[in-house]
């Protein structure tokens, strides 16, 4: 029975190949579940006073966890900052005295797993953040390619692992077989002679190639990656066209939102009122800026542009309409048109912030485009976010309806807002 045993050896060996294969996609996967646990907990423990590339109340911790390889320290001033500044830490005072005295809060609950998750986290995503600027051209538009989802990539290895074993063991049996039928009929075959020198090595120069061509699983297996690395290329490159995330135009004017919104504080709403009332948030008008730019830095050649737009002449004080040239603001943001996308909807009845969907706009000297504004982006949310329907008119008139259909009452759709303007209107 030696080709059972043959058969078995072989079997065997895939076996051996697909628990190799197995081990080491599941330790690379756990791997990865250990930055996006740290993940988690930054975002929902330290992000109120850090972010990874920017300094907010707390340093900018990628490069302050890059610089600083000390973990031990890292942890425990993670865990217990307090601790460390009344045992008289001189790092840990360092870095209070430069943060004038501002108090970080401790995290004793965090494991020194947790932390070092968080750590492996935000060095991971400082060292993506600089590879990024990298590869962006400067001032122009930068699309993230975030690549396919993780599932993806993972059931594209697999495929590979298993359609290589399927051939790998359909060839050996192949092989078995033909050998026992060929030694049923008393043949005996003989690997084709190739010519050698005296020391035995392969003369001829081609016979790598030619041996490795008339491989016809192995040539099948390289045309199979071939044909996976081009499809999986497509698919990207298909599902980042038209994704403009990252997106900042050069605008007419230096107008900063860090100044106006982040410094002075100037509330979105002063100037993007349309965005809690209609479905545009609006880009304002400049005689909005006239209302403190008539007196503020009005020797500025920036500024002289919104006179120049306006027709103002600064000296008389006197607007001129047939001089007036509007400025052409570059629009950042811009769903498709068959997208219909409604602000108020989102910011006063959903109550959801500005910046949950365009980033810390109070930060960005020129704005520029945070989110990717795809519609798996859109849903993703409307999965995960929780309505919050008490004391929310809009949905206290919805409620009203839903009890009166309930009792069999008569309802129009005027009571469920059909004639609201936004309902039908752009
Ligand atoms: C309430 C605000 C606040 C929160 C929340 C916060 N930090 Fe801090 N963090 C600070 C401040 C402020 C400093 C600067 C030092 C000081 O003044 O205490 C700082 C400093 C640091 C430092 C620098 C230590 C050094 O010596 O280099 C690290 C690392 C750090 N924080 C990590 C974290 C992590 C991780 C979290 C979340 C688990 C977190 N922080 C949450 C405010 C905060
Ligand atoms: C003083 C007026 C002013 C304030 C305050 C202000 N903005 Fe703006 N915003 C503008 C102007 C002008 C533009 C157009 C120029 C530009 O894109 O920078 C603009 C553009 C934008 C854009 C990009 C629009 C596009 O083209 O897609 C977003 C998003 C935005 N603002 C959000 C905010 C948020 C969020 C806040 C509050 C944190 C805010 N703005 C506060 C004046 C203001
Ligand atoms: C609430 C008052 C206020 C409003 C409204 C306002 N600004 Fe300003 N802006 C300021 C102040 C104050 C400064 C100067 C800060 C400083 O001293 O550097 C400034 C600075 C600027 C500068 C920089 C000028 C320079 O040369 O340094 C530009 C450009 C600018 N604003 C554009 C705008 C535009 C465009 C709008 C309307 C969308 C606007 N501002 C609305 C108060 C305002
Ligand atoms: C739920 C996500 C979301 C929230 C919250 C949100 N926006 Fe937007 N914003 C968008 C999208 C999507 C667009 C693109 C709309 C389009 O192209 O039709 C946009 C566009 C804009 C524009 C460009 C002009 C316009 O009206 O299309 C401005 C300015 C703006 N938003 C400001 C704000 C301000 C200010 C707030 C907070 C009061 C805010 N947004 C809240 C998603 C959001
Ligand atoms: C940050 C989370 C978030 C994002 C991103 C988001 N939405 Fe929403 N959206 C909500 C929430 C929450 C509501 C429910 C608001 C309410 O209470 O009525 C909502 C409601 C809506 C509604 C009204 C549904 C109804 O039946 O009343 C529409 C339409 C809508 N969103 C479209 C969009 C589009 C289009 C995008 C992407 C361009 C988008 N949303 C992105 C959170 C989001
Ligand atoms: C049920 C849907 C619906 C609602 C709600 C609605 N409209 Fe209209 N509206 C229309 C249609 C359809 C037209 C186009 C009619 C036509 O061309 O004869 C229109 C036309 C208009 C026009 C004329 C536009 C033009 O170019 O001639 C204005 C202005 C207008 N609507 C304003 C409003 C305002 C303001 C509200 C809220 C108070 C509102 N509409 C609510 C459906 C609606």
């Given at each position: 029975m030696r080709s059972f045993s043959l058969i078995f050896k072989q079997f065997s060996r895939s076996v051996l190949l697909i628990v190799g294969f197995a081990f080491w996609g599941f330790s690379a996967a756990y791997a990865q579940t250990d930055a996006a646990k740290g993940e988690t907990i930054f975002k929902s423990k330290c992000t109120a006073c850090h972010k990874v590339d920017q300094i907010m109340t707390g340093p900018a911790l990628g490069p302050q966890l890059t610089e600083e390889t000390d973990d031990k320290y890292l942890t425990k001033w993670i865990q217990n900052n307090q601790a460390l500044i009344a045992a008289g830490n001189p790092k840990a005072l360092a870095i209070v005295k430069k943060f004038d005295g501002k108090a970080m809060t401790t995290f004793t609950e965090l494991s020194d797993a947790d932390v070092g998750n968080v750590i492996a986290y935000v060095r991971a995503d400082w060292k993506q953040i600089q590879d990024d600027k990298a590869k962006a051209p400067a001032g122009g538009a930068v699309a993230e390619d975030k690549g396919p989802s993780e599932l993806v990539v993972w059931g594209l290895i697999g495929i590979i692992v298993i359609a290589f074993i399927v051939i790998l063991v359909l060839n050996k049996v192949v092989g078995t077989l033909e050998r026992l039928l060929l030694k049923n009929k008393n043949l005996v075959i003989e690997d084709e002679p190739v010519a050698v020198d005296e020391h035995g090595n392969a003369v001829d120069k081609n016979a790598l190639l030619k041996k490795i061509l008339k491989n016809k699983k192995l040539v099948f297996f390289i045309l199979l990656c071939g044909t996976i690395a081009m499809g999986s290329w497509g698919w990207v490159t298909l599902w980042n066209?038209?994704?403009?995330?990252?997106y900042q135009p050069v605008q007419p004017i230096k107008y900063s939102h860090e100044l106006?919104?982040?410094?002075?504080?100037?509330?979105?709403q002063y100037c993007h009122t349309g965005a809690y009332k209609s479905k545009n948030a609006s880009i304002p008008s400049l005689n909005v800026c006239m209302n403190c730019h008539k007196v503020v830095k009005t020797e500025s050649p920036e500024i002289h542009k919104i006179y120049d737009a306006l027709g103002?002449?600064?000296?008389?004080?006197?607007?001129?309409s047939t001089a007036a040239k509007p400025i052409q603001w570059v629009r950042v943001h811009n769903l498709p048109d068959l997208a219909y996308f409604n602000h108020s909807q989102h910011?006063?009845?959903?109550?959801?912030?500005?910046q949950t969907c365009h980033g810390p706009v109070e930060t960005m000297k020129e704005v520029y485009?945070?989110?990717?504004?795809t519609m798996k982006w859109c849903i993703q949310c409307h999965k995960r976010t929780e309505v919050n329907a008490k004391g929310n008119a809009y949905y206290d008139s919805i409620l009203a309806a839903h009890d009166k259909i309930k009792k069999g009452e008569k309802v129009t759709a005027a009571v469920l807002?059909?004639?609201?303007?936004g309902k039908c209107h752009y």
């Open positions: 066209t038209n994704v403009h995330q990252g106006h919104a982040g410094t002075m504080k100037i509330d979105c103002y002449d600064p000296k008389t004080q006197k607007y001129d910011v006063k009845v959903g109550g959801i912030k500005c485009q945070y989110s990717p504004l807002g059909g004639i609201e303007c």
